[in-house]
């Protein structure tokens, strides 16, 4: 069982940055994959990032490439994404998941966070 719970979101002005952090409870986080996805409402859940439970392969939307970062530290049992050169259209709530691959699947994953919002003034 993992526990996940999101923070870092807020409201930022275009062309800003955050970082986004996943805290997992329980000993078995370095042997999942960690995910980011994204929603907004009337819209479906997302992909934006993966990475694998090593953090040696990571994989990203095209919609993000170039602008976000995906990584973990085992140690802390965290996950992070870091957003830059940010859009109104990254606007949504971001979740973190765990898998047992790094999948870009939503039905792959076998848990989540509650979700923390994301807001990009123009």
């Known amino acids: 069982q993992v526990q996940l719970v999101e923070s870092g979101g807020g409201l930022v002005q275009a062309g800003g940055s955050l970082r986004l952090s996943c805290a997992a409870s329980g000993r078995t986080f370095s042997s999942y994959a960690m995910g980011w996805f994204r929603q907004v409402p009337g819209k479906e859940r997302e992909f934006v990032a993966v990475i694998s439970w090593s953090g040696g392969r990571t994989n990203y939307a095209d919609s993000v490439k170039g602008r976000f970062t995906i990584s973990r530290d085992n140690a802390k049992n965290t996950a992070y994404l870091r957003m830059n050169s940010l859009k109104p259209e990254d606007t949504a709530v971001y979740y973190c998941?765990?898998?047992?691959?790094?999948?870009?699947?939503?039905?792959?994953?076998?848990?989540w966070g509650q979700g923390t919002q994301v807001t990009v003034s123009s």
């Open positions: 998941a765990a898998a047992t691959g790094p999948w870009s699947i939503v039905s792959m994953y076998d848990y």
